[in-house]
């Protein structure tokens, strides 16, 4: 092989690796044009207005309706909302957080995690069917949390929580954390359903020791307690 081959041969694959790259750009614009507005997270700066999120709030619900395929996310955070919008039946992650929102009622019993964090939340109310999973609510002004039955996993730190949850009748709780809360010492059990995993309370709200299936942890030994199960 001459020189002039070996030059020849390298400008092919120069070239072929050049046409790959461009397909590559070429189907990841069109995958972004497919992406739905309902799915795209907004930063708060884009939004000047509480008039300005709530349009923009019911358009992105609008435009999730209009999917063929629906997608299970809708991104309602950081759009200044003083008001949650009517969610559509079938949303699955509901993205609330970092809003005006002083109450949430009503939203889909098909809402499997609810992100609400960094709200001035003070009632936070769900359906009596809800299949609610996983629940985000932590920085905000809840005074008391009533989980839905099949609730597997709770951040409510940093909130004003004064009674424990009730967990009898619970089936799927495994992990709770409720750090930063000024919890009633006599509102705290000593013993939890055999599916909570871990949870996270101040000590100073504790009463003298923990109980759990083959474990007891006493209060004293750390400023925040982790109970965790083997």
């Given at each position: 092989m001459n020189r002039h081959?070996?030059?020849?041969?390298?400008?092919?694959?120069?070239?072929?690796?050049?046409?790959e790259i461009l397909k590559w750009v070429r189907n990841l614009k069109v995958h972004q044009e497919k992406i739905p507005s309902s799915t795209i997270h907004v930063p708060t700066d884009m939004v000047r207005t509480v008039a300005e999120g709530q349009i923009l709030a019911e358009k992105r619900?609008?435009?999730?309706k209009k999917e063929k395929n629906h997608t299970k996310?809708?991104?309602?955070?950081d759009l200044k909302l003083k008001k949650v919008p009517e969610i559509p039946m079938g949303v699955r992650y509901l993205h609330l957080d970092g809003n005006y929102l002083q109450e949430i009622k009503n939203i889909p019993w098909t809402v499997r995690k609810l992100y609400c964090n960094d709200n001035p939340l003070?009632?936070?109310e769900f359906p009596e069917?809800?299949?609610?999973?996983e629940l985000y609510c932590y920085r905000t002004k809840l005074k008391s949390l009533d989980l839905p039955k099949y609730t597997e996993t709770v951040l409510a730190f940093r909130c004003q929580i004064e009674e424990f949850p009730i967990l009898?009748?619970?089936p799927c709780i495994h992990f709770m954390n409720l750090e930063h809360n000024p919890v009633?010492?006599?509102?705290?059990?000593?013993?939890?359903?055999p599916t909570l995993l871990s949870v996270f309370l101040w000590?100073?709200?504790?009463?003298?020791?923990?109980?759990?299936?083959?474990?007891?942890?006493?209060?004293?030994?750390?400023a925040v307690i982790r109970i965790s199960l083997p």
């Open positions: 081959d070996i030059i020849q041969g390298e400008w092919d694959t120069l070239a072929h690796a050049e046409e619900i609008e435009e999730w996310v809708l991104y309602l955070s003070e009632t936070l069917n809800s299949f609610l999973q009898d009748g619970m009633k010492s006599d509102t705290v059990p000593t013993v939890y359903p000590r100073d709200f504790l009463p003298g020791a923990i109980a759990l299936p083959k474990r007891e942890i006493p209060v004293e030994k750390a």
